[in-house]
């Protein structure tokens, strides 16, 4: 079975420029989570989709960030336009979803975001 | 907020010596606890995970102790080899399912 998979895995881009992150599930799994890591700070949160809906988005740090999921099947995530601080590491995750059950999470390799 | 603080690194082993990663937590209500594990050029694999108090999490030779009173769950290898050189992530998932990371510790075993 394909884990999940992300692409670019490196971007450099310059300020003021967009870029777009792509996140493929594994098939199946209807919950998809992004997350950040920015250099040598912690993991963090940016939002969730159940299927194509947001379910919850309150870790997007502003803006200039969208994510899309349409169709409930792969998801990418937007940055415009990107500034110096949104340099780091983006990893998207994926699970099952379960009423009872809490299935794990599954990440993928993550993409490198250097914003010069 | 929930929270989770992890050893910094980066640590410098050995082959075959003892580790710690020392991680202690902040939350409310009852998380569960993980380390996940990053090697070199891939994604974050789970490594291990506790669901209550006093549950030992273990795989690979790696354990960790979910400990209430000192809200702990530090990570423990008591030979590590190479092949055990990555970043290790220590974290917290809270009740509403949202899942708090530490930032990392970077360990290289050398032969």
């Known amino acids: 079975e394909a884990g999940v998979t992300q692409f670019p895995s490196h971007s450099v881009i310059e300020k003021g420029q967009t870029v777009t992150l792509r996140c493929d599930p594994i098939s199946g799994h209807d919950n998809l989570y992004w997350y950040r890591r920015v250099m040598g700070k912690e993991i963090k949160f940016l939002l969730h989709f159940v299927k194509e809906s947001k379910q919850d988005e309150s870790g997007m740090p502003n803006n200039r960030f969208l994510a899309e999921r349409t169709g409930g099947t792969y998801s990418t995530l937007k940055v415009q336009p990107a500034e110096l601080e949104d340099s780091g590491v983006y990893f998207c995750?994926?699970?099952?979803?379960?009423?009872?059950?809490?299935?794990?999470?599954?990440f993928g390799p993550g993409t490198r975001l250097t914003v010069t | 907020g929930d929270s989770v603080t992890q050893m910094e690194g980066p640590v410098t082993l050995s082959e075959e010596a003892f580790l710690t990663i020392n991680c202690t937590y902040t939350a409310t209500g009852y998380p569960s606890l993980f380390w996940y594990v990053q090697y070199p050029g891939e994604g974050l694999q789970l490594l291990l995970k506790a669901t209550k108090a006093d549950d030992k999490g273990s795989n690979k030779g790696f354990e960790a102790t979910y400990r209430k009173e000192t809200t702990s769950f530090h990570l423990e290898k008591g030979s590590v080899q190479v092949s055990d050189s990555a970043v290790y992530f220590c974290a917290l998932r809270d009740t509403g399912n949202q899942f708090y990371f530490g930032t990392g510790t970077s360990l290289t075993v050398i032969p």
């Open positions: 995750a994926s699970s099952q979803r379960g009423t009872r059950v809490i299935y794990e999470q599954y």
